[in-house]
């Protein structure tokens, strides 16, 4: 080994210059060879023959940079610094075994891929090359604002591709390359002073200069904090393959005009024209694949177009503004006949950072299904891929219930509000976030209630709400409490429970007795049971031993059971519950549990707070007999909700007044706490009344009264009416006088009930409704022959019908006539023979007349004589009865009158607004462009979704073109070509039409 000797002159390495440059510079200093110089320094061997690779130029071992520091005097660290080494793990990958840069990886450039350079720069700093430019994220010269030059100008070779020739003395800042020969000269130097390459120049505040500084900060400090990573720094390796993966798809993928989006208008022609002309190069001369962006770009214009680019989407503030940019990308990327799936940026590279994905998310977010929407989080700031494991979905689904809390549901009840299935569709709904179930199987973790369309059609009328986003934020942020905290409460094992032991009948009836609440019919015990069975389980009272018959008196009861619960039946139901728990070894569980409400503060969610609601308010409200839907609307809430309230804070009872009219168990329960045992036996016992002198005198029905002393044991004495009833009486009275019932009661002291009795021990035949009864003091003066049919309800009308029917031939012309149904009439008038005793008329047949009987002919002429009697009562009923309805007679469709004002609106839509019903189509068109779908503007306005696509067909008719495409397949409602162009047109006179509409519905 030769002894190492110092250099007789020094130059000391300008500040980030490359390693090959400085020693040009020495070798130009010392008028040496540069092969020499290299020997120098032991980089290479005396008489070794030089070789078009230098891999000291990549990195430098320890033994070779100790000694060109013994040699110029230069520290280790620097020598290192001015290697491509420098940069590794940050803007490039070094292979330390074959010191070389793998051009895989992030646009990396090795010492054999050249240099590009500023042309300013080399004239200030006399020939010295920095070493950035070496780097394939380096396209523009912050200093001196212009776009770095990739060939010479004169010679159009790319520099420093490989080392400076070994035997000539360097020439810093003029081209070394090999000119091409002439027919009448050989091969020289170039020698082109490369300063006056001329390349494009920036303006102050140019995208393509704050991309190039952004890009230096990363790779200077090794991590990307801008933009979209500010909330999340990422580390340099990981930024620079997002701005590559973008880069990459918008170099290959988007047209001149996208682009123009994304990228300065100048800066996309020089790239086009750049990538032109590479392509007419042959495959030997050309200087960069066809596949750009794949590799480092061989051109600073479109190193610079890419780079611009994925900073304009990733320099955003954050991921919902940098949607919009991203979606410029991936709409050329779809219509080159790609699909930009959620999991497409995973093909964009393999060190991609979340952040990427994050962006790709929110930009898509808005046609994916709802399900894939809360599979990927879309609403978070960042949403990302899922991530939770089988065994994590498991333990999440012991913690959820079949039917949500109640709470939840209150709250994320969207408007128009779901009826059905909301419940059991929101637990599914959990089961989606963050993971990677599909709908069966979410379904089927947390006890299969639901169907996978039913499931399906919630969640889509959930994005339908305009507080959607709320909605997804509060089911994850619920999803992730459930995954990091534990719950008290195993759904799962409570789903298998066995409930038919649970709050039988008996202790309905007993608890109704100690809190002194009305127990109701059979129904009210049923909705009890089943109230307690989903408080309990989770799971809807359908899946409960022996339910419930489903009919309508059932669902109101159990609709109405949280306005008649109090607070004292709701402990002892709650007490039941825990006494049910403890039976089946769950005593350490509480009854219920729900979610902490915190969750939900600060989101916009479809409903308000429950806790908003004044409770002495609301129970004053229920308690006064208001319906729920007066009290939803005065408190400004929904039923959904007061119904919620109610079951957490019960109304407290009112103490209930008795009255006589009310009967059964309500009068029951009104008795039980009116009266006590002693004052009944009192009463009843020591003071002999029958229950209804003492229903008189306490104003409790004598059939509670009855049914109390039951209760309390009190033995009752056979019932027997006071008075004497003989036979004769009795037939004489009722018979005879055809006196009522209750006239015959009052008369004796006794019930009609009573009287009915004794007529039925005497074998005397009741009269049923439709006989006819004695007639009312006003018709005493009624003729004798009337008197029978006076004492009905009906007589009136009845004695009308018939006088208006015989002064026709035909029972057939006076229906007809008047507009009666001809079976209606016949009933008539047969209860009025019936009630008269005889035939009034002989029906028409072949060749005669409608006819008077005899008992007709003095019913008419009685009629007329009493004819003030019946001028003087009112006539609604009749004139009801009689008055004949014309006849309706369909008319023609006839051809829609000219609107006027045709020519104040564009030519385009002239066709469809020369008719006001054209107008009304139109503007229908207008508005429910603004919706993602048809069905959700028909909800918002409340029409008919088949009327409405009659309109708009009708419309297309008479546009001649298609408008709309009907959003399907989680795809929003999106126009057509023709559709923008009339919307672009009608929105400026949307006014116009709406006034001119509007005259034409008053005209």
């Given at each position: 080994m030769s002894r190492v000797r110092t250099l007789p002159l020094r130059l000391p390495p300008a500040e980030g210059e490359a390693l090959d440059s400085w020693f040009e510079a020495l070798s130009a200093q010392l008028?040496?060879?540069?092969?020499?110089?290299?020997?120098?320094?032991?980089?290479?061997?005396?008489?070794?023959?030089?070789?078009?690779?230098?891999?000291?130029?990549?990195?430098?071992?320890?033994r070779q940079a100790e000694r060109i520091a013994v040699t110029?005097?230069?520290?280790?660290?620097?020598?290192?610094?001015?290697?491509?080494?420098?940069?590794?793990q940050r803007a490039l990958v070094v292979d330390q075994e074959r010191q070389r840069v793998n051009g895989a990886f992030m646009w990396g450039r090795g010492g054999g891929s050249?240099?590009?350079?500023?042309?300013?720069?080399?004239?200030?700093?006399?020939?010295?090359?920095?070493?950035?430019?070496?780097?394939?994220?380096?396209?523009?010269?912050?200093?001196h604002r212009r776009l770095l030059a990739?060939?010479?100008?004169?010679?159009?070779?790319?520099?420093?591709?490989?080392?400076?020739?070994?035997?000539?003395?360097?020439?810093?800042?003029?081209?070394?390359?090999?000119?091409?020969?002439?027919?009448?000269?050989?091969r020289t130097r170039?020698?082109?002073?490369?300063?006056?390459?001329?390349?494009?120049?920036?303006?102050?505040?140019?995208?393509?200069?704050?991309?190039?500084?952004?890009?230096?900060?990363?790779?200077?400090t090794g991590v990307g904090a801008f933009g979209v990573y500010a909330h999340a720094p990422q580390p340099a390796m990981a930024v620079l393959a997002d701005m590559r993966g973008i880069a990459r798809r918008v170099l290959i993928r988007m047209p001149a005009p996208r682009m123009k989006h994304l990228v300065p208008e100048e800066l996309v022609e020089a790239h086009f024209r750049a990538r032109e002309h590479n392509s007419t190069l042959s495959s030997a001369q050309r200087r960069a694949p066809l596949d750009p962006g794949r590799a480092a770009p061989a051109y600073a214009e479109t190193a610079a177009a890419g780079a611009i680019a994925a900073w304009s989407i990733l320099g955003q503030a954050d991921c919902r503004r940098a949607a919009p940019r991203m979606k410029e990308l991936l709409d050329a990327i779809v219509d080159r006949g790609y699909w930009a799936s959620p999991t497409v940026t995973r093909n964009w590279g393999r060190?991609?950072?979340?952040?990427?994905?994050a962006v790709h998310l929110k930009t898509i977010a808005p046609t994916l299904w709802p399900n894939s929407a809360l599979r990927y989080r879309t609403a978070l700031p960042t949403p990302s891929l899922p991530t939770t494991t089988p065994s994590q979905l498991t333990a999440r689904a012991r913690k959820i219930p079949s039917l949500i809390w109640p709470l939840w549901a209150a709250r994320l009840n969207p408007v128009p509000q779901v009826r059905e299935n909301l419940d059991a569709a929101l637990s599914a709904s959990l089961m989606l976030v963050n993971s990677r179930l599909e709908l069966p199987d979410a379904v089927k973790k947390v006890g299969s209630l639901i169907t996978q369309p039913a499931l399906t059609h919630v969640l889509q009328a959930l994005r339908d709400d305009a507080r959607y986003e709320g909605i997804q934020l509060a089911l994850i942020q619920l999803a992730a409490y459930l995954d990091n905290h534990r719950v008290p409460i195993d759904y799962?094992?409570?789903?298998?429970?066995?409930?038919?032991?649970?709050?039988?009948?008996?202790?309905?009836?007993?608890?109704?007795?100690?809190?002194?609440?009305?127990?109701?019919?059979?129904?009210r015990y049923q909705v009890a049971r089943s109230h307690l069975f989903e408080k309990i389980s989770g799971l809807p009272h359908t899946r409960m031993p022996d339910p419930p018959r489903d009919n309508s008196s059932f669902r109101n009861s159990r609709v109405r059971f949280p306005y008649v619960l109090t607070p004292e039946a709701s402990a002892e139901l709650d007490r039941i519950g825990e006494v049910f728990l403890d039976r089946n070894r769950l005593g350490n569980e509480p009854l219920t549990w729900q979610p902490p409400s915190e969750l939900l503060d600060g989101l916009a969610l479809p409903r308000a707070d429950p806790a908003d609601i004044d409770l002495a308010d609301l129970h004053r409200r229920v308690r006064a007999g208001q319906t729920s839907t007066r009290i939803a609307d005065e408190l400004t809430t929904d039923l959904r909700t007061l119904r919620y309230v109610l079951g957490q804070h019960p109304a407290p009872a009112t103490k209930p007044t008795a009255h006589c009219?009310?009967?059964?168990?309500?009068?029951?329960?009104a008795a039980r706490q009116m009266i006590s045992k002693a004052q009944l036996e009192r009463l009843y016992v020591q003071q002999n009344m029958p229950f209804l002198t003492i229903q008189r005198e306490t104003g409790i029905n004598r059939k509670a009264l009855a049914a109390l002393a039951d209760e309390y044991g009190i033995p009752r004495r056979p019932h027997r009416p006071r008075g004497t009833m003989d036979q004769a009486w009795l037939h004489e009275q009722y018979v005879v006088k055809r006196r009522t019932l209750d006239d015959m009661g009052q008369e004796r002291g006794m019930s009609g009930s009573a009287v009915s009795a004794r007529l039925r021990e005497h074998g005397i035949a009741t009269r049923n409704n439709r006989q006819p009864k004695t007639p009312r003091q006003e018709f005493a003066t009624a003729p004798e022959v009337l008197r029978p049919a006076l004492g009905n309800s009906y007589a009136l009308r009845r004695l009308r019908i018939f006088i208006q029917v015989v002064r026709y031939p035909t029972l057939t012309e006076a229906c007809q006539t008047h507009g009666l149904n001809p079976a209606t009439l016949t009933m008539q008038l047969k209860r009025l023979e019936e009630d008269l005793g005889g035939p009034l008329l002989f029906r028409a047949s072949r060749g005669r007349q409608l006819e008077l009987t005899p008992l007709g002919r003095q019913v008419v002429q009685a009629v007329e004589h009493w004819a003030h009697t019946l001028a003087d009562r009112p006539r609604e009923t009749w004139d009801r009865a009689t008055v004949r309805r014309p006849h309706k007679k369909k008319r023609k469709p006839s051809r829609p009158a000219d609107a006027p004002g045709v020519d104040r609106f564009p030519a385009l839509v002239q066709p469809a607004v020369r008719t006001f019903d054209g107008r009304r189509r139109l503007l229908r068109f207008l508005q429910a462009v603004d919706y993602p779908s048809l069905a959700a503007y028909c909800r918002a306005v409340g029409t008919s979704p088949s009327t409405m696509t009659v309109h708009l067909q009708h419309l297309e008719r008479d546009l001649r073109g298609q408008l709309l495409i009907r959003g399907q397949c989680g795809h929003r409602m999106r126009l057509t070509d023709f559709g923008k162009e009339v919307l672009a047109a009608a929105r400026p006179v949307a006014n116009l039409l709406d006034d001119q509409h509007r005259s034409g519905e008053q005209k």
């Open positions: 008028r040496v060879p540069m092969g020499e110089l290299l020997v120098a320094l032991g980089l290479r061997r005396e008489f070794e023959s030089p070789t078009g690779w230098a891999p000291w130029m990549t990195r430098l071992a320890p110029t005097g230069v520290a280790p660290d620097i020598l290192h610094a001015m290697t491509l080494q420098h940069f590794d050249g240099s590009r350079f500023c042309p300013d720069c080399l004239w200030e700093n006399e020939g010295r090359w920095s070493l950035t430019w070496r780097l394939g994220w380096s396209f523009a010269c912050l200093s990739d060939f010479c100008p004169k010679c159009a070779s790319r520099h420093r591709k490989r080392p400076h020739p070994s035997h000539i003395i360097p020439q810093p800042g003029r081209c070394d390359h090999l000119g091409r020969p002439t027919a009448t000269a050989a170039c020698l082109h002073p490369l300063a006056d390459t001329e390349t494009m120049r920036f303006d102050a505040g140019h995208p393509a200069l704050l991309a190039q500084q952004t890009l230096l900060d990363v790779i200077t060190h991609n950072s979340p952040v990427l994905e799962c094992r409570r789903r298998r429970l066995d409930y038919t032991a649970l709050l039988s009948e008996s202790e309905w009836i007993a608890l109704c007795r100690r809190t002194l609440t009305e127990p109701g019919a059979g129904t009219g009310e009967r059964g168990l309500k009068g029951l329960h």
